[in-house]
């Protein structure tokens, strides 16, 4: 089997192959949201996967005026990083036990997924102010604002409420 090999030859070929790869995780996290959202037992953490659902939807549509405003279609590129990022949430969906200390590993599983789509959203503005396309820039840093803020709301909830319950049960 032979590996296809990427090939960059200046910053928008692989700005681009980023915004796709960005753009397939998003969608997929509109599928996942849902049943994070429901596999929580904590309203507050019910209502936070649902909100962050809210948000995805909008990065979805971010990412595609973005291809718009490129005069392209909106194209995914399969994610394998997000890819493997849900399997590991879909594993705490499915977990079993004290419901709050499930509560506190679909946190961590979303969190990384949080982590993940920091660092790629910090990275293709980085890009896009490289390329003089601030219009770009400025919908990426919304996105990455709102990714953050996620993050921290994900934080607070395990560290003031989910994470002392459960250690709680030893």
């Given at each position: 089997?032979?590996?296809?090999k990427?090939?960059?030859?200046?910053?928008?070929?692989?700005?681009?192959?980023?915004?796709?790869d960005?753009?397939?995780?998003?969608?997929?996290?509109?599928?996942?949201?849902p049943?994070?959202?429901?596999?929580?037992?904590?309203?507050?953490?019910?209502?936070?996967?649902?909100?962050?659902?809210?948000?995805?939807?909008?990065?979805?549509?971010?990412l595609?005026?973005i291809?718009?405003?490129?005069g392209?279609?909106?194209?995914?590129?399969?994610?394998?990083?997000?890819?493997?990022?849900?399997?590991?949430?879909?594993e705490?969906?499915?977990?079993?036990?004290?419901?709050?200390?499930?509560?506190?590993?679909?946190?961590?599983?979303?969190?990384r997924?949080e982590?993940?789509?920091?660092?790629?959203?910090?990275?293709?503005?980085?890009?896009?102010?490289s390329?003089?396309?601030?219009?770009?820039?400025?919908?990426?840093?919304?996105?990455?604002?709102e990714?953050?803020?996620?993050?921290?709301?994900l934080?607070?909830?395990?560290?003031?409420?989910?994470n002392?319950?459960?250690?709680?049960?030893h």
């Amino acid at each position: 089997m032979q590996l296809i090999k990427a090939e960059f030859n200046n910053l928008e070929e692989l700005f681009w192959d980023q915004i796709k790869d960005i753009y397939d995780a998003e969608k997929r996290l509109t599928d996942a949201l849902p049943k994070m959202a429901d596999a929580a037992n904590d309203p507050t953490l019910k209502s936070a996967f649902r909100e962050h659902l809210e948000q995805t939807r909008h990065h979805v549509e971010r990412l595609e005026q973005i291809f718009r405003g490129a005069g392209k279609e909106p194209e995914r590129e399969t994610c394998d990083g997000i890819k493997g990022l849900l399997k590991e949430g879909d594993e705490m969906i499915e977990a079993r036990g004290d419901k709050t200390t499930v509560d506190a590993g679909l946190i961590a599983a979303a969190q990384r997924v949080e982590h993940y789509e920091i660092a790629v959203y910090g990275t293709v503005r980085t890009y896009a102010e490289s390329l003089g396309r601030n219009d770009f820039a400025d919908l990426l840093q919304r996105t990455l604002d709102e990714e953050g803020a996620a993050d921290k709301k994900l934080s607070q909830i395990a560290e003031r409420k989910l994470n002392p319950a459960a250690a709680a049960r030893h």
